[in-house]
């Protein structure tokens, strides 16, 4: 298990910024739909190749063809194709 739903989404400093909505295994690809990013003042903004902090500009999301990878109170999940 790389992540277990429920999981914040946050950046380094602790900002939570969303989290995981169903649990994410390892070997399968996240496609988004696992995910709640909060897209409110005080959330994140979307950038070009994912999602950064408004608070500190950290990215917090990557995304390539599709494919997230997530940065959690653990570290970051997810590959990118």
Request: aromatic fraction near 4%; charged fraction near 25%; proline fraction near 2%.
């Amino acid at each position: 298990m790389l992540a277990h739903k429920g999981e914040d989404i946050v950046c380094s400093q602790g900002h939570k910024l969303g989290s995981i909505t169903e649990d994410i295994v390892e070997g399968r690809p996240i496609t988004g739909h696992e995910l709640r990013i909060d897209f409110s003042v005080a959330g994140i903004s979307p950038t070009n190749d994912g999602h950064s902090c408004r608070a500190c500009n950290e990215k917090v999301t990557e995304v390539r063809d599709g494919t997230y990878r997530v940065r959690t109170t653990h570290g970051w999940v997810g590959e990118l194709s």
